[in-house]
């Protein structure tokens, strides 16, 4: 159908957008990890989400939002997104922003792992050459080998957690799938606040930037929900990698850091399978016949 094989630049220009929110997000974390404690900069972002929402939708939707017939996956999948959120953040504190993007970018990967879909050769393919980038990234020798690394890969798990749970609550309305990460997420992390032992004055610069850093991801979301109303989520999925560009750049212009070789060409196996598992997942939407399951 050619409605679905068109892809409006508006749509790309919102998901790339969204990315370059993302990035700057990731990098202004990185610049207060290591003034501040993890999960108040989660606790930032997330309740200055809520809060937008709050004042956005409210007023128009009442009650509505946050109705859901399935109210207990929709906090489990509220509670993933945080979750991810803290180990990703915990990451960013140690290691450089490329690296830490690229082996989130393992997500969709891990997610076909995880979704106990058919394993057929070109998935097992595609799977085992992403995790390969993986390797060629977390390698013994580089900047990366460290602890820092597992709590990059756990986030990359519960985001693919997140993205199933997300694919089964595909129906309801996406304002309360909205919602919800940013309510749960705000309830988890005000109630880690008191042990956080914050009993000192916060500059007024730092507390700006941990504002930002909540409107970034905020309005990054909404950049998301606008580009998916405008082209399907297949045909958008491409689009996102444009990241892993942002987070090199801008870890080389901030933080003076810039991947090398290894690491380059880890991405780019990263990257290149997370395209084709998009295209082949597209075709198979299709209805194009798969190959047989591996036996």
């Known amino acids: 159908m050619r409605a679905q094989a068109h892809v409006p630049l508006s749509a790309i220009g919102l998901i790339v957008g969204a990315a370059l929110c993302f990035t700057v997000l990731d990098a202004t974390v990185k610049a207060l990890a290591d003034r501040y404690p993890i999960p108040l900069l989660v606790w930032a972002r997330y309740t200055v989400q809520l809060l937008v929402i709050f004042v956005w939708l409210l007023p128009k939707m009442g009650v509505g939002l946050f109705r859901t017939p399935r109210l207990p996956m929709q906090l489990a999948r509220g509670a993933l997104l945080p979750f991810s959120s803290l180990c990703f953040f915990s990451a960013l504190k140690y290691l450089p922003l490329a690296e830490a993007t690229a082996i ?6 891990l997610a076909i792992v995880f979704l106990g879909e058919r394993l057929t050769r070109p998935r097992l393919a595609l799977v085992l050459a992403g995790i ?17 690394a597992f709590w990059a890969i756990g986030s990359a798990i519960f985001y693919g957690t997140f993205q199933i749970l997300t694919r089964i609550l595909a129906g309801e309305d996406s304002r309360v799938l909205l919602l919800y990460p940013a309510l749960v997420g705000t309830a988890m992390l005000t109630a880690l606040l008191p042990f956080l032992g914050i009993g000192y004055a916060m500059p007024l610069r730092d ?14 979301h909404f ?8 082209a399907p989520a297949s045909a958008l999925s491409p689009y996102t990698y444009v990241q892993l560009v942002f987070a090199i750049i801008i870890g080389w212009v901030i933080f003076g850091t810039f991947p090398d070789a290894w690491t380059i060409a880890g991405m780019i196996v990263i990257g290149g399978s997370g395209l084709l598992i998009t295209l082949h997942e597209r075709r198979r939407a299709k209805g194009v016949e798969e190959p047989p399951a591996i036996d």
Request: net charge positive; proline share 4%.
């Open 207 to 220: 507390a700006a930037f941990i504002a930002v850093a909540g409107m970034l991801g905020t309005f990054g």
């Open 223 to 230: 950049l998301f929900i606008l580009a998916f109303q405008r």
């Open 104 to 109: 989130n970018y393992g997500t969709p990967i």
């Open 132 to 148: 390969a980038g993986m390797f060629l990234i977390v390698r013994p020798g580089s900047v990366v080998f460290q602890g820092a």
